[in-house]
């Protein structure tokens, strides 16, 4: 008789009914689209971030849909950086930048480095000034070396460094819908 109880006994556990199985898709991501004004060669009004205002040019487009672009650095203090296209305004100003070497650059060139730093809770506490960002010299060497092919084109093209140097802002009467750029 207790065999008999002990079999007819309710589980302990229900599953829930609301738990959701999620199936696991391992298909590719769709290539990001990129608008039709944005070209290499093109130049950029960069909208947010540390360097908005600023006058680009658009040296490539990357794997991962950001643009690679460059100030050149000698010019407006733009180093070259990845940027998202929703963050950028397309000019009609175009420049050839076929001459310009930027195989080499990729994503994995722009990701942090894998170092881990052994901070122990003492080190935490102490409250040191936070590391500044060190350039490295890899970085620099690149740097120069592309702003040295940018910078024979913008010097070939008429007023294309002063209007690179020059930063967009707008004042209180403009109206950036009936602006072309």
């Known amino acids: ?32 689209k990129i608008r039709k004004s944005i070209t290499p060669g093109t130049i950029l009004i960069l909208l947010a971030g540390r360097f908005r205002g600023k006058r680009v040019v658009c040296l490539k487009i990357l794997e991962s849909g950001l643009l690679l672009v460059s100030g050149p650095y000698k010019i407006n203090g733009v180093p070259l950086r990845r ?3 929703a963050y950028v305004i397309a000019t009609s100003t ?27 809770e003492e080190e935490f506490f102490m409250g040191d000034a936070p590391k500044p960002a060190v350039v490295s010299d890899e970085r620099k060497a690149d740097q120069e070396k592309v702003d040295g092919q940018l910078l024979e084109i913008v010097k070939g093209t008429e007023m294309l460094e002063g209007y690179l140097a020059a930063r967009f802002t707008l004042n209180k009467n403009d109206k950036p819908h009936l602006m072309k750029f």
């Not at 309710?10 to 898709?25: C, G, L, S, T």
């Not at 175009?94 to 122990?120: H, I, L, M, P, Q």
């Open 83 to 85: 940027v998202n296209a």
């Open 94 to 120: 175009k420049v050839d930048v076929s001459g310009v070497n930027v195989d080499s650059f990729n994503d994995a060139y722009f990701g942090r480095s894998k170092e881990k730093t052994s901070e122990g």
């Open 1 to 32: 008789m207790t065999a008999a109880k002990a079999s007819s006994k309710n589980p302990r556990y229900y599953p829930a009914e609301d738990v959701k199985v999620f199936a696991k898709h391992d298909a590719p991501q769709n290539p990001p």
